[in-house]
């Protein structure tokens, strides 16, 4: 049977039965398989229905699966400042990435911007979240393919900085830390020369890592030149972050359209050459390297001052102003009651997330709850080509595809 019977111009399944109809034609060589949810390197929730002649895959078809949160219609129900614990929950491998994300979204609205001490300590902690995402990302995909000491030296790497995180914010996972207008708390005593210690730790364990994998030859052979994506084909699934940069596009949310204090600091973005699986990993593992430089710079840079903005509309007022006056009483009742009323309109805040764009779609009518709060998530388009991706290579190679692309069931949920 013809594989143009079943399949789109663009190389989709145009009927998700397609692969069931074929197995069931006696005369047919492929075959219906299911890969997943229960494969552990689905993690959980993806399924992807692939159709097969011998080992080499000829379709697939992915489903997402049921991990379905509902982010939108939660925030729509919340005042703002109730909606950045639900973005801890999206990327919850790099979740100060979308509450710093969120919250300039919200402060974008209002047209007010951080106070510079709050903007660098975002970008250290944002950064760290950066090198945690990649650590968790990279000691997966290795493991998944049989590299289970990188997955845990990979580990050990990213508790020295989780524990930085718990310093600062009280949890490691669910940080819900930043504030519309600033951050919930500043950084601790003594946490600068913490932060270069952990840091310094940090880099022995990747330097041993980079030593036990990046020439290893069972390992190349399994990664490279499978799944190569061209530059226009990545720009054309709306590939962003490490994903797009492996296939050759400088594109850089930090550098392109800088926010934040990213404009005075001084860094790289790591390119590939070729677009698979192997850029991928080693274009991760140079952005560890450049979010290091990138903390040391903000460190070193951080100024003394606020970490929220002197506006009795955005910030709670202290608790002795809360019972010492009635003026702090009253402003506390209306934040808490009330809730945050951003100027009605609509805007759309884009970030560096650890995965690629994390941008936040707000609507407001001057309420305390938002009309609309749409995310879009990086690992969607990702999830997207994996069809693309995979066809021409073998089962096998799915697993090494899927773990180069990322994929965080928190942000996926539609």
């Given amino acids: 049977m013809d594989n143009s019977d079943f399949t789109n111009q663009a190389g989709l399944t145009s009927n998700p039965a397609a692969g069931r109809i074929l197995s069931e034609d006696p005369d047919s060589a492929y075959m219906t398989i299911e890969i997943g949810p229960a494969h552990p390197a ?50 919850y491998v790099s979740p100060l990435l979308n509450n710093i994300g969120y919250s300039m979204a919200v402060e974008k ?90 840091i310094e730790k940090a880099k022995e364990v990747m330097i041993e890592c980079d030593k036990l994998l990046t020439r290893n030859k069972i390992f190349i052979d399994r990664v490279k030149n499978v799944a190569t994506v061209s530059k226009e084909d990545a720009i054309s699934w709306g590939f962003t972050g490490p994903m797009l940069r492996a296939s050759g596009v400088p594109y850089d949310l930090r550098r392109a359209d800088s926010y934040s204090v990213y404009d005075e600091l001084d860094f790289e973005v790591p390119i590939g050459s070729v677009g698979d699986c192997f850029d991928r990993f080693l274009v991760r593992l140079e952005e560890m390297w450049q979010s290091i430089a990138i903390i040391e710079q903000a460190a070193d840079k951080m100024p003394a001052g606020p970490i929220a903005v002197d506006d009795r509309r955005m910030v709670l007022p202290d608790k002795k102003e809360v019972y010492g006056n009635i003026e702090g009483l009253i402003d506390h009742f209306k934040l808490v009651m009330e809730g945050h009323q951003p100027p009605a309109g609509e805007i759309y805040m884009p970030t560096e997330g650890g995965n690629g764009e994390v941008g936040f779609y707000l609507v407001s009518d001057g309420s305390g709850n938002p009309v609309k709060c749409r995310v879009r998530p990086p690992c969607f388009n990702f999830v997207a080509a994996m069809p693309a991706m995979c066809k021409g290579n073998y089962v096998a190679d799915i697993i090494p595809i899927f773990g180069s692309i990322n994929m965080i069931g928190g942000e996926l949920d539609r």
């Fill in 42 to 91: 689905m993690h959980g929730i993806m399924r992807f229905t692939t159709v097969i002649d011998g080992e080499e895959i000829i379709e697939m078809v992915p489903e997402i699966g049921y991990l379905h949160r509902g982010f939108e219609k939660e925030s729509e129900n919340s005042k703002w400042i109730q909606i950045v614990p639900y973005t801890d929950r999206l990327n």
């Fill in 109 to 198: 609205l209002f047209g007010i911007e951080a106070p510079p001490r709050a903007q660098y300590t975002r970008v250290i902690m944002g950064e760290i979240s950066r090198i945690t995402d990649h650590l968790t990302c990279l000691g997966a995909a290795a493991m998944e393919v049989g590299g289970f000491t990188f997955f845990l030296w990979c580990i050990k790497a990213r508790e020295y900085l989780w524990e930085l995180v718990e310093n600062v914010s009280g949890a490691r996972l669910t940080t819900n830390w930043t504030r519309i207008g600033g951050n919930a708390t500043d950084v601790p005593d003594g946490f600068l020369d913490e932060l270069q210690d952990r």
